[in-house]
């Protein structure tokens, strides 16, 4: 048997009372409290102390400034737990009227921290003797998560991965409820970087114990809790990280958007401007959870343009911060520490796909280029690849010009693959429900078109992949002696303009991989997207003025991931740009210099 307990302190402040225990107190049971559950604070006993109540005082002020799950009703509702090393018995008493003092009571426990017993300091829960971690219960509000997840472990123990479901799935009745625990259980070190950072996974990625749903019923319906988790989280788990749910997405990693495409699993609500702009790629929920939500510091999603299998490979993945130095960070540890930040000596601007067609949106990238061009000290090169490929084309291309050999390069293995690496799911859902998978029109689309290439096609695309990746590192995104990239590469990446959600959607159409969309995925490239600026635009649903984001991006040679952030992180920085952007409505603080100007935002009509 297993017992779930909530604990509402207060009425947004629910939690969950984490199991199994972290530490067992030793005493005579009248030592503890009779009501089932109580709230603690643990504090480490000071080797010396000429007054307790200011050292109590400013130790629960560090610990509201610094912990989204403390409160201080862990102390005026609850027992204090002095956590000590040696013999105190003489500042008993001092320390019992200090928390009287404080909090009008003198619920006083002590543990004599011994054997490696020792407990970070923060807020607990008590159930009898026992010492239970307290995880804050967060609702999601917009719908990001297809469900919230805890280990089935404390944090600290090595080689486990398993997690379970919470079993407590609301807060206000309408929707999931995400555990988070206290960042006080979890201070950064050396060997673990990620330590205490809470993250949340794309749908499509196993967690040993969960469920995968891959945004399609059917798909969770047949497939029971997963029983690996897939390799880089495990290596995101080793170094400290917090998995806390997984994220919803566009079924099988494809394109749909609401209202009309999106079927099976609610879409999430897209948290800025008017809250009912579209969510955008197949990632939706793992841009929401981080540009949502203060209590989610980052968001693992993928890239499936090429590939349905991202647990083989770093170079799918898709990382979501809401800060530069947070990207650098994550990006570092997920590759392994191994990656050049050396800065590129050129900067090159397609004329095959730009300028942007809006002024405005041009305009804030022409600030970004500039901002660039300073602080690497290079003025940028345009160039047309499509006359780059016709001057010096591979011989493969056998005279095509680029759009043309590039034609099917990526939509003959993503359909193909998209189709077949579920013949398994389709066969064996058909046998035990006895009726076919049921997909979304634009999936089912998918799905008709990929069932039609052949292993030939398939092969050919993979070649003509082959032969476009060693062309674009000969002539365009160059190495220098030491193999380290080059080149960065500024690529358009959407129009600013307004997608409401209650908007129906047109027909799905077919990939083209001469387009900057999707550039970067097929060639298996990093690339990295920042907000710089925002637009103004009269919203007909909150009928008031509202921000558009506007992103910039530039991509590079495989293996320059962190480079492109640390070009994002100077050239924003000398900008005199936000290095961060905010969760809700707005990306950006009023007032902050943004590219285009704050003050005279331009209205997007």
């Known amino acids: 048997m297993k017992v779930n307990s909530i604990v509402q302190l207060a009425q947004d402040l629910v939690y969950h009372v984490k199991q199994p225990a972290a530490l067992r107190l030793h005493g005579p049971p009248e030592h503890y409290a009779e009501s089932p559950v109580e709230p603690s604070v643990l504090i480490n006993f000071p080797e010396k102390c000429a007054d307790y109540a200011t050292f109590l005082k400013d130790r629960l002020y560090a610990f509201v400034s610094a912990d989204d799950v403390y409160d201080p009703a862990f102390a005026t509702q609850g027992t204090f737990i002095f956590q000590h090393t040696s013999d105190i018995t003489g500042a008993k008493n001092s320390v019992e009227s200090a928390v009287e003092q404080l909090c009008s009571h003198k619920n006083v426990l002590y543990h004599f921290a011994q054997d490696g017993q020792i407990l970070p300091e923060g807020p607990y829960f008590l159930m009898g003797s026992f010492v239970h971690q307290a995880w804050r219960l967060y609702p999601d509000v917009l719908r990001a998560f297809t469900v919230a997840t805890i280990p089935s472990f404390n944090l600290g123990d090595k080689g486990r991965y398993d997690h379970e479901p919470i079993m407590a799935t609301s807060v206000h009745g309408d929707e999931l409820a995400v555990a988070v625990p206290s960042r006080l259980y979890t201070p950064s070190t050396v060997d673990l970087p990620l330590n205490g950072k809470r993250i949340s996974i794309k749908d499509s990625v196993h967690l040993a114990g969960i469920k995968t749903s891959m945004g399609n019923r059917a798909y969770i319906d047949y497939y029971g809790p997963q029983a690996e988790t897939a390799e880089y989280v495990k290596f995101l788990i080793d170094k400290g990280a917090i998995i806390i749910g ?39 929920g793992a841009g929401v959870s981080t540009g949502g939500y203060t209590w989610c510091d980052f968001a693992v999603g993928t890239d499936s343009m090429l590939t349905l299998s991202p647990t083989l490979d770093f170079d799918s993945w898709a990382l979501f911060t809401r800060g530069l130095d947070d990207l650098y960070k994550f990006a570092d540890v997920s590759t392994g520490g191994k990656l050049s930040a050396k800065l590129p000596t050129k900067i090159l601007y397609p004329i095959d796909w730009l300028p942007y067609k809006i002024p405005e949106q041009q305009k ?27 001057e010096s084309p591979p011989a493969a291309a056998g005279g095509k010009s680029i759009s043309e050999f590039l034609e099917n390069t990526g939509f003959w293995p993503m359909y193909y693959d998209n189709y077949h690496a579920f013949d398994d799911f389709r066969e064996g859902y058909q046998k035990s429900f006895g009726k076919p998978v049921y997909v979304s029109p634009p999936q089912r689309w998918k799905w008709d078109l990929g069932s039609k290439i052949t292993p030939e096609q398939r092969a050919q695309g993979l070649s003509e992949r082959e032969t476009f990746m060693q062309w674009i590192e000969q002539y365009v995104l160059t190495r220098d002696s030491d193999g380290n990239g080059e080149a960065v590469i500024l690529l358009p990446l959407g129009n600013a ?39 103004v635009f009269e919203s007909r649903i909150s009928q008031r003025m509202e921000n558009v984001p506007i992103i910039t991006t530039i991509a590079g040679a495989q ?23 905010q969760t809700g409505r707005n990306c950006f603080l009023e007032g902050e210099k943004l590219a285009g100007g704050q003050s005279r935002t331009p209205k997007l009509s």
């Open 559 to 581: 293996g320059s991931d962190l480079m492109l952030v640390k070009v994002m992180q100077l050239a924003v920085a000398h900008a005199g740009w936000p290095e961060s952007v």
């Open 246 to 284: 997984k994220t919803k997405m566009n079924s099988f990693a494809g394109s749909e958007k609401p209202s009309n495409q999106v079927i099976d699993y609610f879409p999430p609500w897209n948290p800025r401007g008017d809250g009912y702009q579209r969510p955008a790629g197949s990632s939706t």
């Open 364 to 390: 804030m990238n022409e600030e970004f280029l500039a901002a660039m061009e300073s602080v690497l000290g290079v003025k940028h090169k345009k160039v047309c690849l499509a006359n780059m490929w016709k």
């Open 497 to 535: 303009q307004l997608e409401y959600r209650d908007v129906d959607s047109g027909p799905p159409g077919v990939v083209k991989s001469f387009e900057p969309k999707y550039f970067g995925s097929v060639l298996g490239l990093p690339q990295i997207v920042t907000p710089i600026g925002q637009l």
